[in-house]
């Protein structure tokens, strides 16, 4: 473990991909063949799941460190990460072991089949005989918890180079239905002859955020459509049988029973790229109700009829079993509207209308109108690429709503900012009362943290646990993406994506929003 | 007559009525006593001054001219009514634990304090007493420091790695102290040692006065890094993160950073600093260091001033001590200290 203790530290310490790259370089030629698939298992995110509560791990934790609970509760409220606290809280270990990651991975499943007392023991070995970053990696893949700041692509890239492939070969290796368990290195990167697997999925092709219009030169060039707001998707179809995929690899067929009729009408060896949105009577149906839907592996009949969902239907990567996604956009979108045209217009599938390019702000504007977050503008000539490049493919999404509230409570931030208070509580006035409405803890700078810190420490009202409360006087403008009706929040309204836009002290308290705009904006939008 | 506390807490600093004088004050009084030289502990507008020895020639050279005493360690001193000393604090060369007599009562302000000898500062020394007032920067148990030979071991072959790799090595640290620490870990054999302004000009005062520092040579606009190849910079942590640092890296060879603090013992700070290394050292007390300083003074009452104080105060009352957080503008180990020429190096 030790050699992964360190890959993980270089890529946790650093925020230059050459430097990740060259790391994992290093490590995917050196370590042994089977902590190299664990390595890529745990980098794409195919973490062994969690195996004891977090609170036994807590409890026994404070029980070695022969400290009392509240006294851990405090400390993980400023380091922020359970694992860390419980590694760094342990007293030092007893004894030194050379395991590897497979080995301590093996120990880990073990974990379910003894009884809480032999768990515990296990547990209790382990931790005495690791060290800093070694046993903190242990508690995270104990807890399921395990999460390295690498991309899919830079993972794509540093395999390509460790092993001389092609990175889109790589790519496509990566991808799928795999799991660490039940397949080798040699099976997934190296043997000349993969099976060819019927489910497998093309990378997605992301977008950047366009800055200026100004980027992308003559309007001709570009198709534009509106960017749904719902689930990424890949539909597949192929040797008779449908698969759904989402942006981040995961398998969504059975969530989506309803688009299983699609298997009927589309020609084998189809690939489509698309959005999953809840839709009704032609019209898109509120984020909230495809949300009601995201978290469930089956789906009740009753939700079926209240959210139904449509294939949105973007792009076509593969056609009567050939990768056509070198060809351009134009002759892909042609094909794809030839297949659609032989689907009944009740299926659940539609193609993304194409909008006038003429004048794109006006399009830009009407967009919330759908329900959309924005514009997508494509290159009428580009291929489809992996991954997110820049120039073929842009996002344009509409302004966001905001409004201005005040600062009630604030909390101190933990991991990165554990000195400062960045997450705070914001009301809206309504009458002589402040109503909480929303949180945010993003959008300033470290500075502007730093002096709002200072001003709480020397303004605090009253503490309840980490959160302190001060007087109404910090004016913030808070950007969001949308609102809805909700009865659990005291101000009836959820917020999604909420953040700060910026600090307004130019603006007195007196010009805060107060409870009935808000109820406004919620009738307009929500 | 009934007498009040011995130490108070006042909106200037830590005052003692019977000897009419504050301790660390942070607002002008007529007479000062200084625990160290540290800007949050030492500031100027005091009447007169009264620190260490060894701790006077930073004094002076952050302060200018003021009128300033000296006692040696153990030196009795009697002030007024009561007789006060200075102890070995272990945090900075010179650094103090005050202890205040008065009929037989003993309180201790402990200022800044560590209880590892890190070899540059005369080492701490227990000092048995009824009142004991403590900080509490990093006063919670995830906080235990390695120890210096582990310390050195990380850091000679991190510069010694850069250096091979033809990179420079930039590494942050406070003027004074954890530089000069730094400074005795480090394998001279390495390379060159490069020092930040605010950094030299600390060192230049500490060799004055005798304590040995292996050479460095200051950054001045002239310096190129291609003429220090494989060079270890040691830079305050301001200046790391801004454009003075910026120097250092050409292209194929950006700068190695890292930062010297106890908070680099967490994870987020790591990471927020984008540090390629945080070595875990300070010249404050660990978890272990606080509690075992605290139950060596055998003190029934404790005062906790800057850092965790809430949480820190609770632990000892539930160990049976009568503890209580207190308020001060003392402000501890910062990462975010911006540092203006030196003299105004915000607390550490
Ligand atoms: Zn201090
Ligand atoms: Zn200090």
């Known amino acids: ?526 | 007559m009934v007498m009040g506390d011995l130490l108070t807490f006042t909106d200037r600093g830590i005052w003692c009525a019977a000897g009419d004088f504050h301790i660390d004050p942070w607002r002008p009084v007529a007479r000062a006593l200084l625990t160290h030289g540290h800007s949050d502990h030492a500031r100027p507008g005091m009447g007169r001054y009264l620190c260490t020895d060894i701790a006077a020639p930073v004094v002076r050279h952050r302060l200018g001219a003021i009128s300033l005493d000296t006692v040696v360690y153990g030196e009795a001193r009697r002030i007024g009514d009561v007789t006060v000393s200075f102890h070995p604090a272990g945090h900075v060369p010179g650094s103090a634990q005050i202890k205040v007599e008065h009929r037989g009562e003993v309180w201790v302000a402990s200022g800044d304090y560590k209880t590892v000898d890190d070899g540059l500062s005369t080492a701490f020394e227990p000092v048995g007493c009824h009142a004991f007032i403590t900080e509490s920067t990093f006063g919670l148990p995830v906080f235990r420091w390695p120890d210096d030979a582990t310390l050195a071991a990380a850091l000679n072959s991190w510069w010694a790695g850069n250096a091979a790799a033809g990179r420079v090595s930039l590494l942050g640290a406070y003027a004074l102290g954890k530089a000069q620490r730094l400074l005795r870990l480090i394998d001279p054999a390495i390379g060159p040692v490069l020092t930040h302004g605010a950094i030299e000009a600390t060192n230049g005062v500490l060799r004055a006065q005798g304590i040995a520092l292996p050479a460095t040579q200051r950054v001045t606009s002239e310096t190129r890094p291609r003429d220090h190849p494989g060079a270890l910079v040691l830079a305050t942590p301001s200046a790391l993160g801004g454009p003075w640092a910026r120097r250092f890296s050409t292209e194929g060879a950006p700068a190695a950073t890292a930062y010297a603090s106890g908070w680099m013992a967490l994870r987020g700070v790591r990471r927020r600093r984008a540090a390629e290394r945080g070595f875990v050292i300070s010249d404050h007390a660990d978890w272990d260091g606080l509690t075992g300083a605290i139950q060596a003074t055998g003190a029934e009452r404790v005062f906790v001033t800057h850092g965790y104080t809430a949480v820190f105060a609770r632990w000892l009352q539930s160990q049976g001590y009568d503890a209580r957080p207190v308020a001060t503008a003392y402000e501890g180990e910062s990462l975010d200290a911006a540092e203006p020429g030196g003299p105004a190096e915000p607390g550490a």
């Open chain 1, 1 to 526: 473990m030790k050699g992964f203790a360190a890959l993980y530290s270089r890529m946790d310490q650093t925020t230059r991909t050459g430097a990740k790259v060259a790391g994992l370089v290093d490590y995917l030629r050196e370590a042994p063949e089977a902590d190299r698939l664990w390595c890529i298992a745990l980098f794409t995110g195919r973490r062994p799941r969690r195996v004891v509560q977090a609170a036994l791990l807590r409890d026994w934790a404070a029980e070695q460190a022969a400290l009392p609970l509240w006294l851990f509760e405090e400390s993980y409220a400023i380091v922020g990460d359970l694992a860390e606290t419980i590694a760094l809280i342990l007293p030092p270990p007893s004894r030194a072991t050379d395991r590897s990651l497979t080995d301590w991975i093996a120990l880990i499943r073990a974990l379910p089949a003894l009884d809480e007392a032999a768990r515990k023991a296990a547990i209790l070995d382990a931790w005495d005989s690791l060290e800093g970053m070694e046993r903190f990696l242990f508690i995270k893949l104990l807890t399921g918890g395990f999460r390295v700041g690498v991309s899919a692509g830079l993972l794509t890239r540093a395999l390509a180079e460790a092993t001389g492939q092609p990175a889109a070969t790589i790519a496509l290796r990566l991808m799928g239905n795999w799991a660490p368990e039940s397949t080798t290195y040699a099976r997934l990167i190296t043997d000349p002859a993969p099976q060819a697997d019927l489910s497998r999925p093309y990378p997605f092709y992301l977008c950047h955020p366009l800055e200026s219009e100004a980027d992308l030169g003559d309007p001709a060039g570009w198709a534009a459509e509106y960017k749904w707001d719902g689930i990424r998707g890949q539909f597949i179809l192929r040797g008779g049988t449908h698969h759904l995929w989402s942006r981040g690899e995961e398998l969504m067929t059975d969530r989506f029973p309803e688009l299983a009729v699609l298997a009927d009408w589309l020609p084998d060896g189809t690939v489509i790229d698309g959005e999953v949105l809840a839709w009704a009577e032609g019209a898109p149906l509120p984020f909230a109700r495809l949300q009601q839907r995201i978290g469930r592996k089956s789906v009740p009949r009753r939700l079926l009829a209240e959210a139904p969902v449509t294939l949105m239907a973007y792009d076509l990567l593969e056609h009567c079993g050939h990768d056509i996604r070198a060809q351009p956009y134009d002759a892909r979108r042609a094909l794809l509207q030839d297949l659609i045209d032989t689907v009944p217009p009740a299926a659940p599938l539609r193609l993304s209308p194409l909008l006038p390019t003429t004048d794109l702000a006006a399009a830009r504007a009407g967009a919330r109108e759908v329900q959309a977050e924005g514009l997508m503008l494509k290159r009428r000539a580009s291929p489809y690429l992996a991954g997110r490049k820049k120039g073929d493919w842009w996002k344009w999404k509409v302004a966001p709503l905001t409004i201005d509230a005040v600062m009630i409570y604030a909390q101190q931030g933990h991991g990165r900012r554990a000195t400062l208070f960045t997450d705070y509580t914001f009301a809206v006035r309504d009458g002589d009362a402040y109503v909480p409405f929303t949180k945010a803890y993003s959008g300033l700078t470290d500075a502007e943290f730093g002096q709002i810190t200072k001003w709480v420490r020397a303004n605090t009202l009253q503490r309840f646990g980490p959160m302190r409360q001060v007087p109404p006087a910090q004016v913030f403008e808070i950007a969001f993406e949308g609102i809805a009706a909700s009865p659990r929040h005291k101000s009836g309204v959820a917020l999604r994506f909420p953040r700060m836009l910026r600090w307004r002290q130019d603006k007195p308290l007196a010009e805060i929003a107060t409870l009935d705009e808000l109820r406004e904006i919620l009738r307009l939008h929500g």
